[in-house]
C-alpha cells in the first residue's frame, strides 16, 4: 500500500525494486489512484488495511491543487516541509541566521482563517527545525512529478506580502471547496474539515480516529478491523461499529532505530480463524528486538469474523 513518502511509485517502479510484491491501489472510474492503496486479506475480507496519509492536510495526494494549469503534480506541502526538514537534520543550524517568513493570524472568511493556521503549522516545524537558507532563497530542487523548479520557504508555505497571506505554490489548497474536492479524488468516506485536517495534522490520535470516523461509525462500511500506519505510535485501540459488534484498529507503529513516540521495530499480525465460528481471530500488535526475539505487546480477539 502506498505511504506518504512514495506517493510517486507506481506499479512497475514497485515491481522492479521488490519483484513480485502484492500491491493494492485505490481505483475510481475504472483508472488507478496514483498515491493511494486499501488492501482487504482474502482471510479477512471485513478488515482494510492502508497506511493512512488520506485524511491529513499536509501528506494527502493534491491532484485537485495544481500550482500551475499545465502541472499535473500530485505533491503535496508535506513532500516540500520534508526537503525542509531533511535540510535541517543534515546541516544543523543551532540558531536562527534568518528571518523566518512574516506571518500573522488572519480573520474573516473561512478560507483566510485557514489560510492562517496552514501558515501556523509551517512556521511551527520550521521552529523546530531551522534551516540555514533564507525564506526566499530557492534551495529546495524538485524536478519531480512535473515540477521542474527550484523552491523556497516562502513558496511552500503561506506568509504575508502586502499584509494579505499567499502561497505561490499552493495558491488554492487551504480553500474549504478545494479540500472538498482533494478527499472526494481520494476515496475518503467520510468528510473531515479544513481545519481539523491541518490543525490536527501533527496528531497521532488524530490518525487513529479516522479508522472509526471512516470506518466504524461509516453507515456505509462494514469493516470489524482497521490498520493504519503513518503515525509511527503503536497501538491497538476498540470502537464500537453501526453494527452493533467491537471494531478493533491498530496501528503498525514504526520500524525506524529511534522513536520518542513510542516503541520502535513494531508489526500487527492478523490470526486467522480458519472459518471454525467457535474459535476466535486476533489482531495482534509485536515488537521485533534486537537479539531477535519478538514479543506480544497487545492483542484483541474477534468472533465470527469470516461469517460476513
Aim: glycine share 6%; hydrophobic share 35%.
Amino acid at each position: 500500500m502506498t505511504g506518504n513518502h512514495d506517493l510517486l511509485m507506481d506499479e512497475k517502479q514497485i515491481s522492479a525494486v521488490l519483484p513480485g510484491i502484492n500491491q493494492a491501489r485505490d481505483t475510481k472510474d475504472n483508472s488507478t489512484i496514483l498515491g493511494l492503496g486499501a488492501y482487504s486479506p482474502k482471510d479477512f475480507p471485513n478488515a482494510v488495511i492502508e497506511h493512512g496519509h488520506r485524511y491529513n492536510f499536509f501528506c494527502a495526494p493534491c491532484l485537485t491543487s495544481q500550482t500551475d494549469p499545465n502541472e499535473k503534480s500530485i505533491l503535496p506541502p508535506g513532500y516540500f516541509l520534508t526537503r525542509i526538514a531533511t535540510e535541517a537534520f543534515c546541516y544543523p543550524a543551532l540558531i536562527h541566521k534568518h528571518k523566518l517568513p512574516k506571518t500573522k493570524m488572519q480573520y474573516g472568511s473561512e478560507d483566510i482563517f485557514m489560510r492562517s493556521q496552514y501558515s501556523a503549522m509551517c512556521l511551527s516545524n520550521l521552529k523546530m527545525l531551522p534551516v540555514r537558507h533564507t525564506s526566499s532563497e530557492k534551495f529546495i530542487k524538485a524536478d519531480i512529478d512535473g515540477l521542474t523548479g527550484e523552491y523556497s520557504i516562502e513558496d511552500v508555505m503561506p506568509h504575508l506580502e502586502k499584509d494579505k497571506l499567499v502561497s505561490k505554490l499552493y495558491k488554492k489548497i487551504s480553500n474549504k471547496s478545494n479540500w472538498i474536492e482533494r478527499q472526494k479524488a481520494n476515496n475518503v468516506n467520510v468528510q473531515i474539515s479544513t481545519n481539523e485536517a491541518i490543525v490536527m495534522s501533527n496528531s497521532a490520535d488524530e490518525t487513529d480516529s479516522m479508522s472509526n470516523i471512516q470506518y466504524f461509525s461509516y453507515e456505509g462500511s462494514e469493516k470489524n478491523i482497521v490498520v493504519f500506519g503513518h503515525s509511527h505510535v503503536p497501538r491497538i485501540l476498540t470502537y464500537p461499529t453501526t453494527q452493533g459488534t467491537t471494531g478493533i484498529y491498530a496501528n503498525t507503529g514504526t520500524w525506524i532505530d529511534t522513536n520518542n513516540l513510542g516503541a520502535t521495530m513494531t508489526f500487527v499480525a492478523l490470526i486467522a480463524n480458519n472459518h471454525i465460528d467457535s474459535a476466535p481471530a486476533f489482531v495482534n500488535l509485536y515488537q521485533y528486538r534486537p537479539d531477535g526475539e519478538i514479543v506480544l505487546l497487545d492483542s484483541q480477539a474477534t468472533y465470527n469474523f469470516t461469517d460476513k
